[in-house]
């Protein structure tokens, strides 16, 4: 049964710093990982889709990674801003779902 | 295009009382997803249609729970009857055309007393 984990749970930051968020899937058999962003109160948006046969995806200041074969991803966030704070999913499907991990609330603070 | 559409925003009963929620898909996409999110068990998948035909149920947590998707730009969750251990946040989001990224809507935020 796949288990995805999200390490830190939470996370607080000053603005500017470079940071890293951690995802890691027991089941490597998957074809591709998401990075989600939750805003208190919304919905999920969709950050960044890495294929299975992709080591890695950017887009802006974000870069996501993924290392299969050790389960893991990560997400990279350059010269973070208070505009970022929010709750970050990692997911991966699994039979005809996503299975999502607890997530990351990240705080960064002016 | 609009987005996946829910209603109603915010849903605030009392126990024993029927809710319906309600999901529009983004045009053209041809699965849909009902997922539930609370703080002790995160965000859990409760439903999968594809092709408005449910495919995956075995995340509705028991016979109070019922969805349908009577075409493809329209489905519902149902709660009977509702509990306060039912509130949470629900979630629909849709997925087809090219890629393979689902698209959530704003979610419905119940609250059962």
């Known amino acids: 049964k796949q288990e995805v984990t999200q390490i830190p749970a939470a996370l607080s930051v000053p603005e500017g710093e470079n940071l890293v968020l951690n995802c890691s899937f027991t089941d490597s058999a998957i074809y591709n990982l998401q990075w989600f962003r939750q805003d208190p109160g919304k919905g999920l948006t969709s950050l960044l889709l890495i294929q299975s046969s992709q080591r890695e995806q950017t887009s802006g200041r974000l870069n996501a990674s993924l290392d299969k074969s050790s389960g893991r991803s990560t997400l990279y966030i350059a010269a973070s801003q208070p505009g970022d704070s929010a709750t970050y999913l990692c997911?991966?499907?699994?039979?005809?779902?996503?299975?999502f991990g607890t997530g990351t609330r990240l705080k960064v603070l002016a | 295009d609009a987005g996946v559409i829910q209603s109603p925003r915010h849903e605030v009963t009392e126990m024993g009382q029927e809710v319906t929620l309600r999901c529009k898909p983004i045009s053209g996409h041809n699965s849909l997803f009902w997922y539930r999110q609370t703080m002790m068990r995160g965000l859990e998948l409760l439903i999968y249609f594809n092709n408005n035909v449910p495919i995956d149920d075995s995340g509705m947590p028991e016979d109070r729970f019922s969805a349908k998707m009577p075409n493809a730009s329209f489905s519902t969750l149902k709660i009977q009857p509702s509990e306060p251990r039912d509130s949470a946040v629900y979630f629909c989001a849709s997925e087809g055309g090219r890629t393979d990224t689902q698209y959530f809507g704003p979610g419905t935020r119940l609250t059962v007393l």
């Open positions: 997911a991966v499907p699994g039979t005809y779902k996503y299975i």
